[in-house]
């Protein structure tokens, strides 16, 4: 079975400011991994993923994530912040063949502060 | 934009109502999920349709029934349901390369959800 742990359930930036959202996950096979962004009252975004490839993949609005084998990590970065991206950030791994399920961490609520 | 249609936004019921949440898309996926959400958790999945077949039940109770009437129609019927039954509803949808292989390019594209209430 795959798990994940998102190591900060809220971090809170200052506008402008870098960030670094956590996240390990725990699979014996292999996985696809993800990051998706909750806005308020909204659905889940894609923000970026890792299927092969290249270890540093680049998404949306800014967003880079490493995927790290030896130390099962896939931290999100954001080198300067702005107030819109205040959201919860979800982590997220799936199977690459098989069962279909996408098991998600906890979240990170990030919020931006002026 | 989501490509991923979910009606209705808001929906309120009381416990001995029958009502149903509806999802489409248009991106020629074979794949589709339900998920549920509770205030401050992550999304739970509920349900699997692969090419109009359902492939995973998490063990959910009946009174929640999947129908996946076809390609690009989820449908989540409802009745008998709990306060605790209250949650955001988000459908999914993925590409799935074969039939019943769970072979897929990997992500999910999630609609906006409906917000359920039961009174």
């Known amino acids: 079975a795959q798990s994940v742990t998102q190591l900060d359930s809220q971090v809170p930036v200052f506008e402008e400011a870098p960030v670094e959202l956590r996240c390990n996950y725990s699979?014996?096979?292999?996985?696809?991994l993800f990051w998706y962004v909750q806005y308020p009252n909204q659905g889940l975004q894609l923000l970026l993923k890792y299927l092969s490839g290249s270890t540093l993949v680049k998404g949306i609005n800014g967003f880079e994530a490493e995927f790290n084998k030896s130390q099962t990590s896939f931290h999100l970065r954001k080198p300067s912040v702005h107030i819109s991206d205040t959201a919860e950030y979800f982590c997220?791994?799936?199977?690459?063949?098989?069962?279909?399920?996408?098991?998600f961490g906890q979240g990170t609520r990030l919020t931006i502060n002026p | 934009d989501t490509e991923v249609t979910q009606t209705p936004k808001h929906l309120v019921m009381g416990m001995t109502n029958k009502k149903s949440l509806k999802c489409e898309q248009h991106?020629?996926?074979?794949?589709m999920y339900w998920y549920k959400q509770k205030a401050k958790k992550p999304p739970e999945l509920m349900f699997v349709y692969s090419y109009e077949k359902l492939s995973i039940n998490e063990s959910v109770p009946s009174r929640f029934s999947p129908e996946c009437p076809n390609s690009s129609l989820l449908n989540l019927h409802l009745h008998a349901l709990q306060p605790e039954d209250s949650a955001l509803y988000l459908c999914?949808?993925?590409?799935?390369?074969?039939?019943?292989?769970?072979?897929?390019?990997?992500?999910?594209?999630f609609g906006e959800g409906s917000r359920l209430t039961v009174l």
């Open positions: 991106m020629g996926h074979r794949a």
């Open positions: 999914a949808s993925s590409q799935e390369l074969a039939p019943g292989t769970g072979v897929r390019t990997g992500e999910l594209f």
């Open positions: 699979s014996s096979v292999s996985v696809y």
């Open positions: 997220a791994v799936s199977k690459i063949q098989g069962a279909q399920k996408l098991v």
